[in-house]
């Protein structure tokens, strides 16, 4: 039986944008197709073992595996720009007992 994720995908990148899935939130920093950062982090007091992945328009970053609890994130610096509706997200998986769980899939659409 194949596993249904969900993804929150929010509006167009610009200044500021952010989105939540599940315990993960993605911040796109940039105005239309011109992306200056993506930061992966997390919602309000929530907290796993793993790592991230951020992928998408041309970018593929796995963080280092890491105890990752609220405020903390990872900046990805971009500094370019990414195809029109190309869509960057970030995942969070979770390590445990030698499984990988997704925690959580927010992504936003990169457009003019």
Same mark, same amino acid.
């Given at each position: 039986? &194949? &596993?249904?994720?969900?993804?929150?995908? &929010?509006?167009?990148?610009?200044?500021?944008?952010?989105?939540?899935?599940?315990?993960?939130?993605?911040?796109?920093?940039?105005?239309?197709?011109?992306?200056?950062?993506?930061?992966?982090?997390?919602?309000?007091?929530?907290? /796993? /073992?793993?790592?991230?992945?951020?992928?998408?328009?041309?970018?593929? $970053?796995?963080?280092?595996?890491?105890? *990752?609890?609220?405020?903390?994130?990872? $900046?990805?610096?971009?500094?370019?720009?990414?195809?029109?509706?190309?869509?960057?997200?970030?995942?969070? *998986?979770?390590?445990?007992?030698?499984? /990988?769980?997704?925690?959580?899939? &927010?992504?936003?659409?990169? $457009?003019?």
């Amino acid at each position: 039986m &194949a &596993a249904v994720a969900s993804v929150a995908l &929010a509006g167009p990148a610009q200044a500021g944008m952010r989105s939540c899935d599940n315990l993960v939130c993605i911040g796109i920093d940039g105005s239309g197709v011109r992306v200056n950062s993506v930061t992966a982090s997390l919602t309000s007091n929530s907290r /796993f /073992f793993g790592h991230f992945h951020i992928y998408g328009g041309g970018l593929e $970053k796995n963080t280092q595996i890491d105890s *990752w609890g609220h405020p903390a994130s990872y $900046k990805l610096a971009v500094n370019r720009n990414l195809p029109n509706r190309s869509v960057v997200c970030v995942e969070g *998986w979770s390590h445990v007992s030698g499984r /990988f769980d997704l925690v959580g899939r &927010a992504c936003g659409e990169i $457009k003019f």
